[in-house]
């Protein structure tokens, strides 16, 4: 009887076991997050664009640099009351002829050298902007996990944009707009047609 349920309790624990590996394999299999190695240069910012580019000098070369912020998305210039909001935030974080740090990842189709930056405080602005609720976590970009959970926190909290029932994406206004290479910008895309066509020959 004793041996009965010993072996019955073993094997209830091989599979209490077995369902939270398979939990946690599932969870961390969900979770991706990229991490940059920090570039040993020091940068000077030189420009604040908007809410997510900027320039900076590289203070080993002077080579100037456009930064494309890492993971986020800021609402564009003339989008209202928070292009310009997300804007002068981000030139309060990183006010002109300070020092940061950038973790570096690749360079998007712009030219711009996408990063997350670190200000003069050691504070992540990227994520900073995204906690203020000043940018959104960019769902198309690979690797940016911790950004969605920032958001939700910032969601949860009404902060910034999200206490905006009106806000509109970045993604959907540049589309309506046709602001950039994925809007509907007519001109923009003749232009990139006659390029190819050129190209062909």
């Not at 940068?43 to 912020?69: M, P, Q």
């Not at 002109?96 to 504070?123: C, P």
Request: charged residues 30%; contains cysteine; glycine residues 6%.
């Amino acid at each position: 009887m004793f041996k009965i349920l010993g072996i019955c309790l073993i094997i209830t624990n091989l599979a209490i076991y077995e369902s939270k590996w398979s939990s946690y394999n599932r969870t961390k299999g969900s979770f991706f997050q990229k991490k940059l190695s920090i570039s040993p240069d020091s940068f000077t910012v030189i420009k604040v664009a908007d809410g997510d580019t900027i320039t900076v000098r590289n203070n080993s070369n002077w080579e100037l640099v456009r930064i494309r912020f890492f993971c986020i998305d800021a609402p564009e210039k003339s989008q209202p009351k928070w292009g310009k909001e997300s804007s002068d935030k981000l030139r309060e974080l990183l006010p002109l002829n300070s020092k940061v740090k950038l973790a570096i990842d690749k360079t998007d189709l712009y030219g711009r050298t996408v990063a997350e930056v670190f200000n003069y405080k050691r504070e992540n602005v990227n994520k900073k902007m995204t906690e203020l609720g000043l940018v959104v976590h960019y769902r198309f970009q690979k690797g940016c996990d911790d950004y969605r959970l920032v958001e939700k926190t910032a969601k949860s909290a009404n902060r910034g944009v999200w206490n905006d029932k009106k806000f509109e994406l970045p993604w959907n206004y540049r589309k309506k707009m046709g602001i950039g290479a994925r809007g509907n910008n007519t001109s923009y895309h003749k232009k990139q047609k006659f390029k190819t066509k050129n190209t062909a020959f």
